[in-house]
């Protein structure tokens, strides 16, 4: 799918639509005038879908306490109308499988040819350091199995396959980057999914992860 730049006067600079990562460009009222085919990835969205709508309702970041962080008056857009810098950021996103995703943003301000401003947003993902901050502690208060501090995946009894998903889980694959790695259906790792969660008995793979991280470090204690 080819990039959708922006028409007339708001034509994207070649030094956005040249990036390397995952962009997009939206306006002084928030609107996304662009996004290239790794945010379409990175976002689970179509550019031509997108483009037209609010950033905030497309992206939907949240902080580490899971407040909303993409609003219509976000701090970006605040800092941007105000002349002030815009330091990074990191936000966390829902996909549609229920997965999160940690990103980091760095937001570039500069002026069309007719002297508008608009804001490109460059995206990295992160490490999975986030999933520990922000979910061990509730992992801890809502996962009966955490308070017993003996746990260990063996424990668990996951098969070697299971195990093999939840690992990849770790290392922040989606479920069709796992099942194209081992090669096997969407549907059977999806499956393979639901077992981890049960014989770990956690409500969510933010768990399951968290819970297997903590296991690791345990281990490595010992």
């Known amino acids: 799918m080819m990039d959708s730049p922006a028409p007339g006067p708001n034509r994207i600079p070649p030094w956005v639509s040249g990036m390397g990562v ?43 306490d899971g407040q909303a962080w993409c609003e219509h008056n976000c701090r970006v857009k605040q800092a941007a109308r105000q002349g002030e810098e815009i330091e990074p950021y990191t936000i966390r996103i829902h996909d549609d499988d229920g997965d999160d995703r940690w990103l980091q943003l760095l937001v570039i301000p500069y002026k069309t040819d007719d002297g508008k401003q608009q804001l490109a947003h460059c995206a990295f993902r992160v490490d999975r350091s986030h999933i520990i901050q922000s979910y061990l502690d509730r992992v801890a208060a809502r996962t009966p199995v955490n308070a017993d501090r003996n746990f260990t995946i063996e424990s668990s009894h996951l098969s070697r396959r299971e195990r093999e998903v939840l690992q990849l889980l770790a290392e922040d694959e989606n479920l069709y980057e796992i099942a194209e790695k081992l090669g096997v259906s969407y549907y059977t790792v999806r499956n393979h999914v639901q077992h981890v969660l049960g014989k770990m008995g956690v409500h969510s793979t933010l768990e399951a992860v968290a819970l297997y991280l903590l296991s690791q470090s345990q281990e490595a204690e010992q």
């Open 22 to 64: 995952a962009a997009w460009v939206s306006d002084a009222n928030g609107t996304i005038v662009y996004m290239n085919e790794r945010a379409e990835k990175l976002l689970d969205k179509e550019s031509g879908a997108a483009i037209g709508q609010p950033c905030h309702l497309m992206v939907a970041g949240e902080g580490g």
